[in-house]
């Protein structure tokens, strides 16, 4: 069965950092993209970072490009994605998900409060 | 930059009734890329369809994919009520590389 769990979430001030973590298991972590999709409160699906199977390519949504860095270590079969500059519009639900054009496996999200 | 918008943005129907969920793409996008989810209240989303019209495994047959140009349309034949959710289009390009619609909220009474 696949699974992502992701933590890490949680509440910081504007302009803090937080480092999400996602772990997966129950298929080929090296064989995938991974990417991180978030939903703010009342908002639609926002796709935030991708990246590729072996770690060396790397997007992002231009909303975060510049603050938020994705990466992965295989041997471990964890996601990453470090935030900084953390600003209140990044309030949302983060999701880990599984695919290449689209999402086929999701995490359960994790929240995050960027709050003074 | 291609905008996805879903309409209605809520609806509520009975058991047994159709719902008919639209995406329209603000430009020609190719229906291979389009993908549906189902988001339940509290929960992650879950792939419905992919390739405008493709079941992902597990997914009954009551969910059904059309398109014609730029309007894809989500159909459940007869609604349950466990389709109570928010449903997404999303679409893979170019600029941006992955869009989101902003999401149809079905309830069933």
């Known amino acids: 069965e696949v699974r992502l769990v992701e933590s890490g979430g949680g509440l910081v001030e504007p302009g803090g950092s937080l480092r999400l973590s996602c772990s997966a298991s129950?298929?080929?972590?090296?064989?995938?993209?991974l990417h991180w999709v978030r939903r703010a409160p009342g908002k639609g699906l926002e796709w935030v970072s991708r990246?590729?199977?072996?770690?060396?390519?790397?997007s992002y949504a231009d909303s975060v490009k510049g603050r938020f860095t994705i990466s992965r270590d295989n041997a471990k079969s964890t996601l990453y994605l470090q935030m900084n500059s953390l600003r209140v519009e990044d309030t949302a639900v983060y999701f880990c998900?599984?695919?290449?054009?689209?999402?086929?496996?999701w995490g359960q999200g994790t929240v995050v409060t960027v709050s003074s | 930059e291609i905008v996805l918008t879903q309409s209605p943005g809520r609806m509520s129907l009975s058991p047994g009734e159709r719902a008919t969920l639209s995406c329209r793409a603000s430009?020609?996008?190719?229906?291979?890329?389009l993908a549906w989810y189902q988001q339940e209240h509290g929960r992650s989303p879950r792939l419905l369809l992919y390739?405008?019209?493709s079941r992902a495994p597990g997914i009954p047959d009551r969910f059904r994919g059309s398109w014609s140009g730029t309007d894809f349309t989500l159909t459940i034949t007869r609604v349950e009520p466990e389709d109570s959710a928010v449903y997404h289009c999303?679409?893979?390009?170019?600029?941006?590389?992955?869009?989101f619609g902003q999401g149809t909220k079905l309830e069933i009474k």
């Open positions: 390739g405008a019209v």
């Open positions: 999303q679409y893979y390009g170019s600029s941006p590389l992955y869009s």
């Open positions: 129950g298929f080929t972590v090296n064989n995938q993209w």
């Open positions: 430009q020609s996008v190719s229906s291979s890329y």
């Open positions: 990246i590729n199977d072996n770690g060396d390519f790397t």
């Open positions: 998900a599984r695919g290449s054009a689209l999402f086929d496996n």
